[in-house]
């Protein structure tokens, strides 16, 4: 097949490009080429699709399309840049789609309100709803959720995997019970490569199916080779001590306030697994993404508390 790759040069669209070329594909990647380089043996086109015609470098006809643009005025161009010359499109969108994070065990429902013409890059969501409208309905919609893995640069898992290998008393968030899901970026890729050969269409939550932080530590930790020593503090706590959700500098990564986000990392997404998403063990992806760390020198630094801010919550925990 002939594929070709809007991106190409960072994380997931990056080992897409990877898993395409190993399977035979003629690869083009097409982007600036500013957030990193394609994966070797791929042809590179260097583009602008913030400028109208700005995939003019793009040369021939596609059988497989993959789009990951935030931005729907780039999407737009490329769909009429490239209409006539491509066969199956794939636009990988987000779970933040949904309006409703509250519901817990949901499945596919109506997104976010979305305006294919105004929809704000900015704003993360209804962007991404602006994409989707704008691809149509023939196409496959991959909503991604927490993509984790070796190049991960959100440290967002990350910082676990580093937290754990660190050892030493360890502060969790929440409750064991409390559910996760995320997605290893390779998995992610092979799924996403598997639904378009197949010819795929319409929206698909690309995740796993939730289940529980303390079954997550425990997997991350087994991957480690380490025994966890767990402090856990709730949510009260948390919040007191400006502990922040989610991602960010003081952070506890893949925690996030109850009841308003109870639904967004818990959705049902069996029908992407029996549509044939396979998703590796935790233990697997943190031993990789140890690997990883430790071979490209990436420092933890955009999620997660610093020695010094955990040290200084567990003292108050004792």
Not at 91 to 117: K, N
Not at 127 to 147: F, N, P, T, Y
Not at 154 to 162: A, K, L, M, N, Q
Request: charged share 25%.
């Amino acid at each position: 097949m002939r594929t070709l790759v809007l991106g190409g040069t960072r994380f997931l669209s990056r080992e897409i490009a990877r898993q395409a070329r190993d399977r035979g594909h003629e690869v083009v990647c097409a982007a600036r080429g500013l957030a990193g380089d394609p994966p070797p043996g791929v042809e590179f086109v260097r583009v602008d699709r913030a400028e109208d015609g700005g995939l003019a470098p793009v040369k021939g006809a596609f059988d497989l399309v993959v789009d990951v643009a935030r931005h729907p005025s780039q999407v737009r161009r490329a769909v009429t840049e490239l209409a006539g010359r491509a066969g199956h499109w794939t636009f990988v969108s987000t779970c933040s789609v949904y309006a409703d994070a509250t519901r817990v065990t949901q499945v596919l429902h109506d997104p976010l309100p979305g305006d294919a013409d105004e929809g704000d890059p900015e704003n993360y969501g209804p962007a991404k709803v602006a994409c989707e409208q704008i691809v149509g309905a023939d196409a496959l919609h991959v909503r991604a959720g927490l993509i984790v893995g070796p190049e991960d640069l959100s440290d967002r898992f990350t910082y676990w995997v580093e937290r754990l290998a660190r050892g030493g008393p360890v502060l969790a968030p929440g409750s064991p019970g409390d559910l996760v899901q995320f997605v290893d970026v390779r998995d992610l890729a092979a799924w996403t490569l598997d639904a378009a050969q197949a010819g795929l269409t319409g929206p698909y939550d690309g995740i796993s199916m939730p289940f529980g932080r303390g079954e997550m530590l425990a997997r991350i930790a087994e991957g480690l080779e380490v025994e966890p020593e767990l402090v856990w503090a709730g949510q009260e706590f948390l919040t007191e001590h400006k502990v922040e959700p989610w991602m960010g500098p003081r952070s506890l990564p893949l925690w996030l306030p109850l009841p308003e986000y109870a639904g967004f990392m818990t959705r049902d997404t069996s029908a992407t697994v029996a549509a044939g998403l396979r998703i590796r063990p935790v233990a697997d992806t943190a031993r990789d993404t140890l690997a990883w760390l430790r071979d490209s020198g990436h420092t933890v630094t955009r999620s997660g508390l610093t020695a010094e801010e955990e040290a200084g919550l567990l003292r108050l925990l004792a």
